[in-house]
């Protein structure tokens, strides 16, 4: 079957990679894709939010299967636009509905699902701009860290983290008062500070079945020692070390299970992944977060180390059959370390030249913000590339992914050298 995948970084390429390697798969698409997407794949230059122009691709390429990598479009409505429309709705469309979406669209609406369902998370109350005076002495009944996330999206940085009371009185002043993310500060959550260590679980559902994908580790912060701006993410370590099989019972028990039963009792559609950010206290998990997509770049540790076909998961995700199926894991680590233009995450240039990308060996090459121009390999954004390798543990493949990087060149790269140093 033609299958299509919307979006254009990392974490695409790598749906892509899987995908090719599928005897389902006859035509890939991938609007718009990157210069990585185009030598193994056909990329359709249109936006991942404008579904008329999607469903006019849809047609006109008889694509059976849709895979929607960001969250812009589904927080957006595009599965619901799919189910309504009578030449779209058999397409296998992967990715929740817009109810489902509010998960990662809304932390308020995310705080209240947990709650619900008795999912363990931090402790937390809601303001908008006509209780800005309570969020203020809500901040005095807290101990620091004060933990400040506007509700809605706000491309990764709508979540302040601050130690001095009169700043966090500041910043919510600021955010619902002065709009400091726009719309996406017009409520904002303060929550209960988890003293701890951050790790990601990966989950495909149907709605009613669940598989739990491979665990993973990301490095948001553009300077070594995890300090500096946050950033998409600079690399990633999968499985995560220190997940025994205690933890992970606990996980799927308190809050894979209840997440999936919760989506089920108050009807949500929803076929396609939850990805799941937690916060390890002393070996008790909190969530922090639900995506409702794939994280990158998660995706380019957790998909090479799934041996199944991607494509039948996903016939199965859409038909309601997971149960029916088995996931077959790499025992290997994988990990991934993102090469970054030079500024990121603030201003950066573009167009600059990439070398080396055919010299390297045994790591896999997946193309974040990359273009062709004169038939070279451009840069095209902040994170450029992500160099994945595997090995029987994280270490060694992290060596594979630096000695590759040695090779590869363009003005003003930079990448983190310590993915993985707050593992042991
Ligand atoms: P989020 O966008 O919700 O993942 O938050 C961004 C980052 O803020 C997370 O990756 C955590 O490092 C941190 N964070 C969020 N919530 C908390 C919390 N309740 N306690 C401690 N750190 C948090
Ligand atoms: N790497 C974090 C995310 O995709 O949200």
Redesign the pocket.
């Known amino acids: 079957m033609n299958i299509l995948i919307l979006g254009s970084g990392g974490r695409e390429h790598t749906f892509a990679y899987k995908i090719v390697q599928s005897n389902r798969c006859s035509q890939l698409f991938v609007a718009p894709g990157n210069a990585g997407t185009s030598e193994i794949a056909i990329n359709i230059s249109i936006s991942v939010n404008d579904f008329e122009a999607i469903k006019n691709c849809v047609t006109r390429n008889d694509i059976k299967m849709v895979i929607v990598g960001p969250e812009d479009p589904l927080v957006n409505g595009i599965a619901d636009y799919f189910l309504s429309s009578p030449e779209l709705k058999n397409v296998m469309l992967i990715g929740p509905s817009k109810a489902g979406a509010l998960l990662e669209g809304s932390?308020e609406r995310a705080k209240e699902f947990m709650i619900d369902h008795k999912i363990p998370t931090?402790a937390y109350q809601s303001f908008t701009k006509e209780t800005l005076k309570e969020g203020q002495l809500f901040l005095e009944t807290l101990n620091p860290p004060f933990?400040l996330?506007a509700d809605g999206l706000a491309a990764?940085k709508?979540?302040l983290?601050l130690n001095n009371i009169e700043e966090a009185k500041n910043e919510l002043e600021d955010m619902l008062s002065n709009s400091k993310f726009g719309a996406a500060s017009s409520t904002v959550v303060i929550?209960?500070?988890?003293?701890g260590i951050?790790l990601s679980v990966f989950v495909l559902t149907d709605g009613k079945n669940y598989k739990i994908l491979p665990t993973a580790k990301d490095y948001?912060r553009i300077g070594e020692g995890d300090v500096g701006l946050?950033t998409g993410g600079m690399g990633a370590i999968s499985p995560v070390p220190f997940v025994d099989d205690v933890l992970m019972q606990k996980i799927e028990e308190r809050i894979v299970i209840p997440t999936v039963n919760g989506l089920q009792k108050e009807n949500i559609d929803y076929k396609g992944f939850v990805f799941i950010?937690l916060?390890n206290v002393n070996n008790e998990p909190f969530v922090?977060?639900y995506n409702v997509r794939m994280g990158d770049p998660e995706t380019e540790v957790v998909l090479p180390r799934i041996k199944s076909d991607l494509v039948e998961l996903f016939e199965a995700t859409f038909h309601q059959e997971l149960d029916k199926t088995s996931i077959e894991i790499d025992e290997r680590a994988a990990t991934t370390v993102m090469i970054v233009s030079g500024g990121y995450p603030e201003a950066y240039e573009k167009g600059k030249i990439i070398s080396g990308i055919k010299n390297i060996e045994d790591s896999i090459v997946f193309h974040a913000g990359t273009s062709i121009k004169d038939e070279k390999f451009v840069t095209n954004g902040g994170r450029v590339l992500a160099i994945t390798s595997m090995d029987m543990n994280y270490k060694k493949a992290l060596k594979k992914s630096y000695q590759n990087i040695e090779k590869l060149h363009f003005d003003a790269m930079n990448y983190r050298k310590d993915i993985g140093f707050d593992l042991t």
Do not use: Y
Not at 191 to 195: A, G, K, R, S, T
């Open positions: 932390k931090a933990v996330k990764g709508g979540v983290i929550e209960e500070f988890l003293d951050e948001k946050n950010g916060i922090i977060e």
